[in-house]
């Protein structure tokens, strides 16, 4: 339990609301006393509905809230009734009785109010919050109460301020308990940082990337049964204006006396002096 924390966003509740809290105290307490304890109940209610409108709605509490909690008035009338009874009963039982059921059923008010429960699901939501958290932590937490009480009582003003103030730190609590730190924060104008999540600052890690080895580049054989069979075929060399078949030995055509060029009898290319092979169609060359 961080009392630090708790006192703190405590403060800045009660600061945001501080009027309309200290007058609505006032008239759950004098209201409270004339009615003989009927209304005490559910304007009790109605000042932690206040408080519960600002952190979950962010909305300014208003003095008349203090009677918006009417519409649980047999709920909060009843529940008054039997907590104030039982707890009297265990503080004439040496003291110790009524000061656990005190802290066992500290959020009853605010469980009906909030989730709109029945008195006895509110005792035993109470009862739970409080043993999961400590209870222990929140013995200390009703000593503390009853030392700021009978310090600041001392004082009229102070008198004044303890109730509605003791009944902010228990809402924060409920809050905080329930882990909805985030509704606090907002309501008094903070920033929860959230220390597990992902900052700008972290170290990129990539990912692991596979890289598949590239195979080898097969040169593709040829398919002997595919290959179709080279036809070994046989020309001549021909003068390549008259045809005639001539030899490399002379300069000119012995037929037409053209200067000689030999072409392939069988492509027509012309062919290099003493050519044995056509170079286009593979014909062998016959003198």
């Given at each position: 339990?961080?009392?630090?924390?708790?006192?703190?966003?405590?403060?800045?509740?009660?600061?945001?609301?501080?009027?309309?809290?200290?007058?609505?105290g006032l008239i759950?307490?004098?209201?409270?006393?004339?009615?003989?304890?009927?209304?005490?109940?559910?304007?009790?209610?109605?000042?932690?509905?206040?408080?519960?409108?600002?952190?979950?709605?962010?909305?300014?509490?208003?003095?008349?809230?203090?009677?918006?909690?009417?519409?649980?008035?047999?709920?909060?009338?009843?529940?008054?009734?039997?907590?104030?009874?039982?707890?009297?009963?265990?503080?004439?039982?040496?003291?110790?009785?009524?000061?656990?059921?005190?802290?066992i059923w500290l959020?009853?008010?605010?469980?009906?109010?909030?989730?709109?429960?029945?008195?006895?699901?509110?005792?035993?939501?109470?009862?739970?919050?409080?043993?999961?958290?400590?209870?222990?932590?929140?013995?200390?937490?009703?000593?503390?109460?009853?030392?700021?009480?009978?310090?600041?009582?001392?004082?009229?003003?102070?008198?004044?301020?303890?109730?509605?103030?003791?009944?902010?730190?228990?809402?924060?609590?409920?809050?905080?308990?329930?882990?909805?730190?985030?509704?606090?924060?907002?309501?008094?104008?903070?920033?929860?940082?959230?220390?597990?999540?992902?900052?700008?600052?972290?170290?990129?890690?990539?990912?692991?990337?596979?890289?598949?080895?590239?195979?080898?580049?097969?040169?593709?054989?040829?398919?002997?049964?595919?290959?179709?069979?080279?036809?070994?075929?046989?020309?001549?060399?021909?003068?390549?204006?008259?045809?005639?078949k001539v030899s490399?030995?002379?300069?000119?055509?012995?037929?037409?006396?053209?200067?000689?060029?030999?072409?392939?009898?069988?492509?027509?290319?012309?062919?290099?002096?003493?050519?044995?092979?056509?170079?286009?169609?593979?014909?062998?060359?016959?003198?």
């Amino acid at each position: 339990m961080d009392f630090n924390k708790i006192f703190k966003y405590s403060w800045e509740l009660f600061v945001k609301d501080i009027v309309p809290l200290i007058v609505g105290g006032l008239i759950a307490s004098i209201l409270g006393v004339v009615t003989l304890g009927i209304l005490a109940g559910p304007l009790y209610g109605g000042l932690v509905k206040m408080i519960i409108r600002r952190v979950r709605e962010k909305r300014p509490a208003e003095i008349g809230d203090v009677f918006s909690a009417m519409d649980q008035f047999g709920t909060l009338f009843i529940t008054s009734l039997v907590l104030t009874i039982l707890i009297i009963l265990g503080l004439f039982l040496c003291i110790i009785p009524g000061i656990l059921l005190a802290t066992i059923w500290l959020y009853v008010f605010i469980f009906i109010v909030d989730k709109k429960m029945g008195m006895g699901e509110a005792m035993s939501a109470s009862k739970d919050l409080v043993s999961r958290v400590g209870l222990g932590m929140h013995l200390v937490m009703i000593l503390v109460f009853g030392v700021i009480s009978g310090l600041l009582s001392l004082t009229y003003i102070g008198g004044i301020v303890v109730y509605p103030f003791i009944l902010v730190v228990v809402s924060v609590m409920y809050f905080l308990f329930n882990g909805e730190e985030a509704l606090l924060a907002g309501a008094t104008g903070k920033e929860v940082v959230n220390l597990s999540a992902p900052s700008s600052f972290d170290t990129y890690s990539p990912k692991e990337v596979v890289i598949s080895p590239v195979p080898p580049s097969v040169t593709p054989q040829p398919n002997p049964v595919a290959s179709p069979a080279v036809e070994r075929r046989s020309a001549t060399a021909v003068c390549a204006s008259c045809g005639n078949k001539v030899s490399t030995a002379g300069a000119f055509c012995t037929e037409c006396g053209a200067p000689l060029k030999l072409v392939c009898s069988n492509c027509k290319k012309e062919l290099a002096s003493g050519a044995r092979f056509c170079p286009v169609c593979g014909s062998k060359i016959e003198m």
